[in-house]
């Protein structure tokens, strides 16, 4: 056996040890890249339906989005028969309000969601006393100065302050975010008069007391 | 440590860099979430429309831009396979049969993978509960094909693979799992193939 191959030999467990370093270095950099990604990703993504429709539309106002058909590619998966309209919320510049209401036979529904789509409230109006819908959005501060406004109210007048009866206050845990109304048309022809009821649809921004 | 021990670093990371895009890439072409509740060819994933969406689930829904039915909206189950697994294609025919899944109003849909509605002759891309024909016992049967068909008929479009999206709009069902339980949805049966 000559000298070089002594040499090898002694060196081979060595080099292969000073390996194991780099290779779980690799493993946990692209694990962490993974999880770095599937996290970010929903408030990053440019096609998610928060930077699409709601990110650019100013607090206070809403948008109808246009009816479904085979040359929107966003939202993906948008349902031909229900007309959408989208608010957004930003709770750092104040509370925001939404009024919507069915018209009987039509469904309409409205959920909450944050920039990241979660989706922190959602409900029909057949759950709503007369298929109205009165929500506020806040954060737990403003909840708790409303709270502390409604209490001194009571203490200078004496009387119980009360907020609308079919009011429905709604503690946001993220400051961004968007509400979406939907109703849906029962038939292919009804889609304009399923569209209409989007009309009665407000958001309006509030303030802190 | 003496620097020329360091050489590997800038190739071990880009290859970390590399494989934890290359992983995210593949666990966003999957399906949406880990809760997927099965019914035949139909599946769900209820948590979609709620706070406890798992991180998964949210990526996809963000990178699809698609708006996810809230749980107290109601709730979509896709099909990409027929009553046997084998994959929808439009060069055949399918019938949807069964009885009315146990919502208020429920809309079935076609579309392209990515998520669009397919183009068709006839400019109609779904059907609702309202209008659809049906028996006095609620059963009902659907034709899925390209070409025009009698009764209830569910224009395809040219492009082959397509999926399926019945919309369950406030369903009588929760987002528990168990809640599933016993709920049947339509049967699809793959007919005559072009």
Redesign the interface.
Known sequence: MSSREILLRKSFPGRVFALIPWVLGLLFGAVAVHLILILTLPALAPGSAYRQFARPLPLGEKRVLARAEPSMSRPSFSDPFAAVALCRFDLRQGPLRLRASADGDRPLSVSVRLADGTVIYSASDRQTPGGRFNIVIVTQAQADAQDAARERAEDDSGEAAKSAEDELRLISPGKTGFAVVRTLALRESDYEKAAARLDAVACSLETTP | MPLSNLK?LPI??A???A???A??ML??RGEPGFDAVRLGPWSSWPR????E?D??A??V??????????????L?FVAQVDETGSPLDARCDYQISGTAPPA??W?L?A?DA??????NIAE???L?S??LLHSADGAFSITAAREARPGNWLPL?EKSRFIL?L?A??ANTSALASAFEGLTLPTITRGLCS
Not at chain 2, 114 to 119: I, K, P, Q, W
């Open positions: 590997p071990v990371l290859a970390a860099v494989l934890g895009v992983a995210t666990s966003l979609l429309g709620n706070s969406i991180p998964y949210r990526a829904s963000a990178v699809e831009g698609a708006l996810p039915l809230g749980g107290g909206e109601g979509a208020r109003f809309t849909t579309y990515a998520g669009r509605l397919r183009t109609r891309y779904g609702t309202a209008a479009g999206v919309r709009y406030q």
